[in-house]
């Protein structure tokens, strides 16, 4: 029988995260503060612990998981890589598929990979309470349990749109003793003033982040918790990569082309940085693609500049490829890619052409992951989805070129909570939106006047 799910024993599972930042020709361009220059790490320490910092700035390639992180990664890790041969079989195509699974996860998708040592070094360094945005509820419901599991209280300012559509999602981070506020909210300044100009304001992931840095910021027994963009969060998740790593080793295999979703792009960093470490330890080339909605296009069409992080601007000034921090993205069903920006790693990787990018539309990625659920079994994240029809397409052309070349995509998180979105797509009133270019030109006269 054909071997199609590659489990790597829990004692092989990888001791250290890998840093990117360590084989980068070029150093990572620094985050500017307010008044324009390098950001200097004490402004930072109001918002992020400081292992965080001392993470978030290290150029140090392997960094030690901690025992007590590892023990919880292995409730779910090392998690399952599949060779999809019903897929492959379906499509009919030459091309092997291959897929990891991180939608075993107790919270769903792989935040949780991230969330946990987060909430372990904020303990660490005798922090009590952890503000954080969420979207979908992805991000928030794993801080949730990561803040449950080591006693740390965690309040999440959750899109005001996304707690209305997706009332499960809330349940599921108040079954794991989260606090779930509407944001925007009149707890904050940020909120108020918002609210003031428009009470029903639907919010967005950087109003939410600017609400939930306002609150750390103010107060000495509470930090800021993000799950995507910054790069202690890209660290964490290369668990994945490098466990995928030992898995093709244990079937022989190599990928030729790696797919994954990107919102922030903490998963796609997570399964592609340990493969470019490969290459450039002299290995063979591999194509890393990230993959976006076509209706926030923040690598394909954004600009590359130094711009915040949330939409006031509490935050320090990245250099980055950005639709403008003040970006209200359409209202589409993959709410973790709804973001005006993306990580500062992932960006300038993209622009010194060492990974690439592909927009997909929404309509699309659904029926690629209906096409991948009857075939696999598992139902996808809608997220997850933009990576399965990247992967499909390149299987395609396989198909019409005859290469038998080896394709490998991130399974980011299950659908299960999602069941509304492919409700929509299966009764045909799902719609695509495509961002106006004339939008992407406006951001740009606001963007802050920093030099990059
Ligand atoms: C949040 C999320 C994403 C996108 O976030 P990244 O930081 O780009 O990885 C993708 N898939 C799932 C399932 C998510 O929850």
């Known amino acids: 029988m054909q ?31 307010p008044d324009g220059k390098p950001l200097d790490p004490a402004m930072m320490q109001a918002i992020f612990c400081d292992p965080i910092i001392e993470q978030e700035m290290s150029a ?18 090392p998690t399952p890589l599949f ?19 991180e939608g075993i996860s107790p919270a769903g998708s792989h935040k949780l990979n991230s969330a946990i040592p987060q909430a372990y070094y ?28 080591f006693g740390i209280d965690v309040r999440i300012y959750m899109v005001k749109i996304s707690y209305q559509q997706k009332p499960f999602r809330r349940s599921m981070m108040e079954t794991w003793g989260g606090e779930v506020l509407a944001s925007p909210t009149n707890l904050t300044k940020t909120g ?5 100009a428009n009470p029903d304001n639907p919010g967005s992931l950087g109003i939410a982040i600017s609400e939930a ?23 964490h998740q290369t668990i994945i990569g490098l466990e995928a790593q030992k898995q093709f ?45 076509s209706s926030c296009p923040s690598l394909t069409r954004g600009h590359y500049a130094y711009d915040f992080g949330d939409s006031v601007g509490f935050t320090p000034m990245m250099l980055q490829y950005t639709l403008g921090h003040d970006f209200m993205p359409p209202g589409i069903h993959a709410g973790g890619l709804r973001y005006h920006g993306a990580s500062s790693l992932v960006s ?37 989805n933009h990576a399965i029809r990247a992967c499909i397409d390149e299987a395609l052309r396989c198909k019409e070129s005859g290469e038998a070349k080896t394709l490998f995509f991130n399974l980011s998180g299950h659908g299960h909570f999602d069941m509304v979105s492919y409700d929509k797509y299966l009764s045909g009133n799902l719609e695509d939106y495509d961002y106006p270019q004339a939008e992407i030109d406006a951001a740009l006269e606001r963007l802050p006047k920093v030099k990059a």
Request: proline share 7%; net charge neutral.
């Open 3 to 33: 071997q199609t799910k590659i489990i790597l024993p829990e004692t092989e599972m990888p001791t250290h995260w890998y840093n990117v930042v360590a084989d980068l020709k070029n150093p990572p361009a620094p985050p500017m503060g």
């Open 213 to 235: 840095v306002e609150e750390a910021a103010s107060r000495a027994d509470t930090r800021y918790s993000l799950g995507s963009v910054l790069n202690h969060v890209l660290l």
């Open 122 to 149: 904020n303990k660490q360094a005798g922090i009590t309470r952890l503000t954080t945005e969420t979207g979908a509820g992805q991000w928030g419901s794993s801080l949730s349990l990561a803040g449950q599991m």
């Open 83 to 101: 060779r999809a041969h019903r897929l492959e079989q379906a499509l009919g195509t030459p091309a092997k598929i291959y897929y990891k699974y």
């Open 249 to 293: 080793a244990m079937v022989g295999d190599y990928p030729d082309m790696i797919f994954a979703p990107c919102g922030g792009g903490s998963n796609f960093g997570g399964v592609a940085f340990p493969f470019f470490a490969d290459e450039a330890a002299g290995g063979k080339h591999v194509r890393l693609v990230a993959v976006e909605p």
């Open 348 to 384: 300038q990787m993209y622009h010194e052409k060492l990974i690439e990018a592909v927009a997909v539309p929404q309509v699309a990625t659904f029926a690629a992951g209906v096409q991948f659920a009857r075939a696999e079994g598992i139902i996808p994240a809608p997220e997850s």
């Open 192 to 196: 108020r003033k918002i609210l003031a």
């Open 60 to 77: 140090q390639r392997w960094v030690k998981i901690p025992d007590q992180v590892r023990e919880i990664y292995q409730q779910w890790r």
